[in-house]
């Protein structure tokens, strides 16, 4: 019995003990102490960047996935046979129209043509003998010392002189055009591809290409609106030109621009798109057949648009918000409804007010209804 009494006076004395102390704590509160000081609530607010909401002009923007095409792409190929004897340009090389590609052993087209002016020359000393022997008759028919029919051999002599000579001025024409034909020209600017036939490979008239000439500048991008599209497109092409810029990937500003030169004649049924191409200076050539770039269509703009950051949009299960800075600066969540970006700002059609200012910043450390502290 006396030890329980002995545990009950020691239990009462710890208690007492431990009240003491918290009163103790609660004086230092009350006459200034520091030790359990309460938070001063404006040292607890979460400090963030803050912007105001910018209302600015916009363009309106398509962007599509694409491809780029060249406007030209031939296969050179001779037009008359024999052994190439020389390749001007090296493989890979951009050439001009009209420039010398190959040259194919023209001796056996030079030795045609000389042979057919040779036949020319003596033809023609024949007609002038035919038309000689012509004008002699006609004078010995009129004075009776020849006969009518011995005139009209001339005459028809004469006349196959003639036709015999035009065929030789033929003949030279034809060995002329074979003779250019051993020189292969760029029928325009591009780019040369992988040479097909060394030189002294024989050749022949129409058969395997020598190489491949590509269009570069300017060059076709090929991309596929949907049918949805095709309304705001059409409308935008009847009240102008429609510009068109090219982005490689990776990159965010375009650094190739043209126009919109071609809309297709049908909506294909399996897609529900429908074929569009731009046309696109490509001065440096950096661009190339058979890329896959992204192609933005300005289709006009839009006035008085609300824009906020980027970075000052967030996203949940229930969509895209933004933090405003509410009264008693306490962070609103706003559920926005956004537009298309421009310049780092991206505008919200739905949610916020031109007055509002927006946080675009520590979105991870916030949340509704949070205490902020805006920074200027």
Known sequence: MTHTWKIALGTAALTAIAIGIVVVRQGDALFGGTAGAIPNPAMMAMPV????????????????SARTESLRNVALQAKVSGYIQEQHVADGTDVKEGDLLYTIDPRDFQATLDQAKAQARRNV??????????????TLAQSGYLAKDTLDQRSSTARQAEATLAMDQAAIR???????????????????????????????????????LVQLDPIYVTFNPSETDLAAIEKARAAGKVTADVLLPGETQPRFSGELTFIDNAVDRSTGTIVARATIRNADRSLLPGQYVRVR????????????????????????????????NKADQRLVSTGV?????????????????????????????ALVRPLP
Do not use: C, W
């Open 125 to 138: 000393a024949a007609l002038e003998y035919a038309r000689s022997n012509l004008d002699r008759g006609s």
């Open 174 to 212: 034809t060995a002329e055009l074979n003779l250019s034909y051993t020189q292969i020209r760029a029928p325009f600017s591009g780019r040369l591809g992988r040479n097909q036939a060394p030189v002294g490979t024989l050749i022949s008239a129409n058969g395997a290409p020598l190489n491949t």
């Open 297 to 328: 269509l300005h289709i006009g703009t839009e006035p008085d648009a609300l824009m906020v950051p980027e970075a000052a949009l967030g996203s949940s299960q229930l969509g895209k918000y933004v933090y405003i800075v509410g009264e008693g």
């Open 341 to 369: 970006s421009h310049e780092g700002l991206i505008a919200i059609r739905k949610g916020i007010s031109e007055g509002d200012r927006v946080i675009n910043g520590n979105l991870q450390k916030i949340g509704p209804g």
């Open 49 to 64: 960047p803050v912007t105001n909401v910018v209302k600015k002009t916009i363009p309106i923007a398509l962007e599509y």
